[in-house]
């Protein structure tokens, strides 16, 4: 049986709810309460195509997963196929995809970018805004998200001389898992936001760089595709899991990712709660407006400046949504995970080796070494959870000078604005084994740019080393660094 668009426009509400997917139409009315990001999301395609938004943020595998094959109830006919594309050809660009095609031109060429910084202002000029406000978005006033760079400012070198340095190198182990330098990608979700390629972007770049990605739970693609798109079998991925507040729900999800050949487990701590990300709340509601204006556009025949008016009059009204593109991340979550309850648990259902990803506090890391996990990862989400959350290399700094003992325990990495490879060395030297990179920099180019990001770290860190007097990581010791903190005493008063 096919359907007209019409059949399907007839399911608009709650009540009985269809929508189109890649041509195929779907019930999703008993599902709607049950939708990780809430029913208001999917209602607003009641009875309409919802290709372009639902491809965008889900895994293509979603469908088959979490909607019964009683509701999959077949394909649209030709005569509504083609409409769809045709409306698609002459709905037109937005004005915010027109700019990002004149800046996609207008990038530099990759090999004229020198650092992250500048690769992350051109990623700045050529994301979507939805994108880029969910990729720069921080907590409250972006304060931690500020420091986290900034703090790496308050740590000196005290570089040693006359001594070899031929021969750098800045290989290490992580894990156990060979990594051709000390840093790694952190978690990050919804990739397919910045890159249509998503995850497997990185996975490919990690790939021929010799790096370890950390794939998020809430990854654009699935978790299959992910592992598919490894250069081969045995290229090392970690997984970062959200657990789910339903243990045999998260297991599962564990599970999974055992079979297809992840090789750790980095439980994420610090989102039980989610942080206030002004600027990702701000664009999803820009993007409902832009929804909005479009119905209304096709319902009356345009969309004039007084109408647009009246409609920002509706909204002021209206109770408003706070969530955001990441609020719907983590309505699922387990907010009541313990360290005598969560750690037995995931060490009860896996055999892979076990981190915990939001460490932020000295007292926590010593909890985590005493759970027997074994890594952490010092991390204020890169500042988008709690606002004045104390930097990473700060709270591994103090973790260096009150214990010490931690180091012997598990592994420690820390993550939160790396931008240079003597940040990267600064953390090596108070005895973290390796870094993250959370916001992905070299979204604008591609597999390419992840290529180069670690090419940049590489060069920058092999210079770090070797005017340092060091040859190989071990080397990195607290010796060589030293805190100082250059504020005016006047201003301390
Ligand atoms: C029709 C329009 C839809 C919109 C605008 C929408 C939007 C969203 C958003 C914003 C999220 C949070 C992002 C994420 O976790 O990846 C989400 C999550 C999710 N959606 Fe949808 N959704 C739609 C339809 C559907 C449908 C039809 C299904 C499946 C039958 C579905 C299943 C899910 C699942 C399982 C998640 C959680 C993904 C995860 O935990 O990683 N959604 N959705
Ligand atoms: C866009 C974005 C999405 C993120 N998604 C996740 C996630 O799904 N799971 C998680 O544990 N951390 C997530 N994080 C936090 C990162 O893993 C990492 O801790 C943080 O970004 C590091 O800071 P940096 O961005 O300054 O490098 C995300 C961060 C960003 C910027």
Known sequence: MSYALQDVAEHNSSKSCWIIIRNKVYDVTDFLPKHPGGSGLILQFAGHDATDTFDLIHAPDILESYLPKSKHLGAIDSIAASALQAAKRSRGKTEDELRMEREQAAKPPLNRILNLQEMENVARRVLSRRALAFYASAGDDEISYQENGRAFSRFFFLPRVLRPVSGTDPSTTILGFKSSIPVFVSAASLAKLGHPLGEANITRGAGHT???????????????????????????????????????????????????????????????????????????????????????????????????????????????????????????????????KTIPWLRSVTKLPIGVKGIQCVEDAVLAAEAGVDAILLSNHGGRQLEYALPPIEVLHKLRMERPDVFAKLEVYIDGGVKRGTDVVKALCLGAKAVGLGRHRFQAYGAVGVVKTVQILEREIVSCMRQLGVRKVEELVPQLVERVDFEPISSKL
């Open 210 to 340: 010799g790096i370890i990605q950390m794939v998020s739970s809430s990854a654009s693609l699935s978790y299959a595709q992910i592992a598919a798109s490894r250069l081969s079998p045995n290229q090392p991925l970690f997984f970062q899991l959200y657990k789910n507040k339903d243990d045999a729900q998260a297991e599962r999800r564990v599970r999974e990712v055992e079979r297809l050949g992840y090789n750790a487990i980095f439980l994420t701590v610090d989102a039980v709660y989610l942080g206030n990300r002004e600027r990702d709340i701000r664009s999803g509601w820009e993007l409902n407006d832009l929804q909005q204006m479009r119905k209304e556009g096709v319902k009356k025949g345009n969309s004039t400046p007084k109408e647009l008016l009246r409609m920002q009059e509706d909204l002021e009204v209206e109770e408003v949504d706070l969530n955001g593109t990441s609020g719907a991340l983590l309505l699922n979550d387990d907010v009541n995970m313990t360290w005598e």
